[in-house]
C-alpha cells in the first residue's frame, strides 16, 4: 500500500524500553494502563494531565503523587482552562450549542482540547508511542485517534484498555494484584468534570431506563428557595456575575458555577448517536453552561434580527455536531467561527435569571441594543412606523406570488387545496 495515501504504514511497533506519553487522569483506566504499559510491556512511560477545568490545586498534587507511585518517568501538569475556553468554549456560546437540543458538550469540546495538548507533548518528548484509556465503545477512542493521526503521524497509539477489551471489574482486580488499591465504590462510575460541565456514566446508564441517584452526583444539592442572579454579556462573553468582574470569561464561569452547582440545576441524562453509530446515554451536570447558554440565546433574541438568528441555528448546529465528532480541525470550522464571531457585535447586556433547586428562568434582559424598544411600538397594541393601510398594502403584495399560484392551480386541479398539479383533459 502505498506510504503517502496510508500513514500508519510506516509505524513500527514499539518495544520494550519505548517512550509513551499516556494521557493521564488518575482514574481507574488510566491508573490501569500506567501499570500495564510499565510493568507488562516494560515501556517508559510519561504521563501527562491536561487540567481543562475539573481538578482544584491540591487535587492535581494528588493525582501528580499517585502518578509517580505508579511508576511514571515523568509526569507533567498542563493548565488548559483559558486556552479550552478561548479555542472551544466561546464558540460554543456563541452558536448556543446544545447536542440534541440537550447536551452542552460538555466532555466532547474537553477532549479535543485535551487531545491537542497530548500532541503536542509527544512532540516535545519526541516519543516513540503515545496512550490513551478510553474503551472501544465510545466517543472518546475516535476523537484522540483521528486527532493524534493528523497532529503526529507516525506515532504509535496504544489503547489498551480498548484492546484488551476490559471490564471495569477486570481493571480493579488487575490493580489489586499489582498492590493498587481502588475504591470500587467510586469507581463505579466514570466522571469527567471540565469547566463546561460533569459527565456521568454508571450502571443507571446502560441502559434505556434509569435515573443516577442522588450520591452518584458529583455537586450535591445544599441550597434551598430562590436567588437572582445577573449576568453581563459584552459581545456574546459573559464578562461579569452580579456586577463582579473578570479578566477572563472562564473565570466567570467558574464563579458562577460555585453560585448555581448547589441548586442542582443542569442535571439531566443526554441520549445520542455516537461517532461509531450506535445509541449512547449519559449523564451530565452543567449548571453555569447551561444558564449561560439560555441566558446568552435569550439576549440574542432581543438584539439580532430574525434572520441572523436563524442563519446562526444553521451552522451552530452544524458546528456543534461536528464538534461532537471530533471535526475541530476541520478548515470549515474556522470559517464557522468567523460567521459567529460578527453576530457578537451588538450580543451586550445584562440577563437576569431566576435559581431555584433543580431548575431556573430567564426573567429578562437590559440591553442597549434591545430591538423591542418602545420607541417603535409595542407588539400587539400600537406602532410608530407605520400606518394601517401601509400594513394593507404590505400584506397583498407580500402574499402575491402565493396568490397567482392559487389562481393558476385553481384552474388547473380539480381539487387544488389537496396540492394536485394535473391538468384537467
Sequence with gaps: MNADTNKTSNITPLGAGGKIVLGFSGGLDTTYCVKYLSEEKGYEVHSVIVNTGGFSGDELKKIEAHAYKLGVKTHTTVNAVKGYYDRIIK???YGNCLKNNTYPLSVSAERLSQALHIAEHVKALNADAVAHGSTGAG???????????????????ITPIRDLKLSREEEIAYLKSKGVEMNAEKAMYSINKGLWGTSVGGKETLSSKGMLPEEAWPTQVTKTGSEE??????KGELKAVNDKTFDHPADAIQYLQSIAGAYGV??????????????GRVGFEAAAPMIILKSHHALEKHVLTKWQLQWKDTLAQFYGNWMHEGQI?????????AFLENSQQNVTGDVFVNLQPYRFQVIGIDSKYDLMSSKFGKYGEMNTGFTGED????????GNQTRIWEAV?????????????????
Design 266 to 279: 443542569g442535571r439531566d441524562i443526554h441520549v445520542g448517536d455516537t461517532i461509531i453509530g450506535i445509541k
Design 229 to 234: 442572579v445577573k449576568l453581563s454579556f459584552v
Design 329 to 337: 480541525l476541520d478548515p470549515v470550522m474556522r470559517d464557522i467561527e
Design 409 to 425: 392551480n385553481k384552474t388547473a386541479s380539480p381539487n387544488p387545496s389537496k396540492g394536485g398539479l394535473k391538468e384537467t383533459r
Design 91 to 93: 464558540y460554543l456560546i
Design 139 to 157: 466517543n472518546d477512542q475516535v476523537r484522540f485517534d483521528m486527532i493524534f493521526h493528523i497532529m503526529i503521524p507516525g506515532v504509535e497509539i
Design 391 to 398: 400594513v394593507r398594502g404590505f400584506s397583498k403584495i407580500f
